[in-house]
């Protein structure tokens, strides 16, 4: 005999999970396989909403069971069930877009991974993929509703954005790129430049002849000697997510701050020195203020520090902040500056009025 069945109806367009699944096979490589080209032009084309009707031959052994090598609820769809009167049963409602290749592509792209498991380089090939998933990944309500899903804008902000996509992406990166800022693993992840005195070390907020910091989940400090002490970070902007193009297409602001207080009994002097470099070390932009010297016998308040660099020279890959200080009493003990809750963060915010671009940042996987 033989079993008609129907394929290719609208009930069997690819689901959100199977285009999801596709993605990385556009982004094998340097180029775009054939695989990802053919499943590309699979969804892509026009289909025909009644479906198409094929018929296959299917032998029966003893007792009627099956010997087409299909088991039974494999294989294609079979002929729908029936409503009362014989009618066929209506399908459930759903929206224009759904189970279009525009539709679940869309919502597909809204579920992708975050920017930190490396989506910056799978989207920049998957435009390359078709002029479907090109269109809806340059489309800009596509992530300005992302924004608004992770929390980034709100339904009733009106803020001007050069470029969403972009956008969302410096939101998802945005962190502190300095490790350890507020002393909780020691002297971890800093490098000591000057160690004179008693050296460095770390005390426990208020500390002696100290105040409280602003914000209580700040703990403890480092804490300077009677000579020079500086420590440093070096951030490798490329190792943190933050690619070339949109270093130096968009040049994102970056602001620096830190925070420092003296003892209430004892003077100090305070530096501070932050430098953006190139590939090669060279500095191209430099924030580096004159020493702020505190008088004996003052308040102990904590005092903020901040700068932000706007429309820095193209070509910036590293950060090397650098502080720290000595006492001016040059009394033997820790009773020179005291800093903590340092950061280096790159603002979603751009100071340069740029037409939207269709670049996107390359990620790292992390």
């Given at each position: ?23 990385p ?8 396989g054939?695989?990802a ?5 699979r ?10 009707v ?7 052994g ?5 010997a ?5 609820g ?20 759903r ?12 919502a ?6 975050h920017p ?10 998957c ?7 090109r269109?809806l990944?340059d ?8 924004c ?20 969302y992406?410096l939101?998802?990166?945005h962190?502190n ?5 507020c002393?909780?693993?020691d002297?971890?992840?800093w ?22 910091f ?14 020079m ?12 997510g933050?690619?070339?193009e ?9 602001v ?12 100090c002097t ?10 090669d ?11 702020v ?20 020279p193209p070509?910036?890959?590293h950060?090397?902040?650098?502080h720290?200080?000595?006492d ?12 903590t ?5 790159i ?18 996987e992390?």
């Open positions: 005999g033989y079993e008609v069945r129907r394929v290719g109806s609208a009930a069997e367009a690819p689901t959100t999970s199977g285009l999801i699944d596709s993605l096979l556009a982004a094998e490589g340097a180029g775009v054939r695989e080209w053919g499943v590309a032009r969804w892509a084309r026009p289909r025909d909403p009644r479906g198409a094929r018929a296959r031959r299917v032998t029966r003893r007792g009627g069971a099956r087409d090598g299909a088991a039974e494999e294989g294609s769809r079979q002929t729908r069930s029936s409503g009362p009167a014989g009618r066929p049963a209506p399908r459930p409602d929206s224009p877009a759904q189970g279009t290749g525009v539709g679940q592509a869309r597909s792209v809204c579920t992708l991974p930190s498991h490396g989506p910056g380089q799978l989207l920049l090939r435009r390359l993929v078709c002029s479907l998933w269109d990944i489309l800009v309500t596509l992530w300005k509703r992302k608004l899903r992770e929390g980034f804008i709100t339904e009733d902000g009106d803020q001007p954005v050069a470029d969403w996509k972009i956008f992406f939101h998802s990166l962190r790129l300095l490790r350890n800022p002393a909780e693993e002297m971890a992840s490098q000591i430049d000057s160690n004179g005195g008693d050296r460095w070390k770390v005390e426990s907020l208020p500390g002696d002849h100290g105040t409280d602003p914000d209580s989940r700040v703990k403890k400090y480092f804490v300077t000697s009677f000579g002490c500086l420590k440093s970070q070096l951030v490798d902007l490329k190792a943190e933050y690619g070339e949109l270093l130096d297409t968009f040049r994102p602001d970056i620096v701050k830190d925070w420092f207080a003296a003892r209430a009994d004892c003077g305070y530096h501070i020195r932050v430098q953006l470099a190139s590939a070390y060279i500095v191209l932009a430099s924030f580096e203020p004159p020493p010297t505190i008088d004996q016998w003052n308040n102990a308040k904590w005092t903020e520090v901040s700068y932000t660099f706007s429309d820095y070509g910036v890959r950060i090397l902040f650098q720290g200080g000595k001016t009493q040059f009394w033997a003990g820790w009773y020179g500056p005291r800093v809750n340092s950061s280096i963060v603002s979603p915010k751009m100071t340069r009025n740029l037409a939207p671009c269709t670049a996107l940042p390359e990620t790292t992390g």
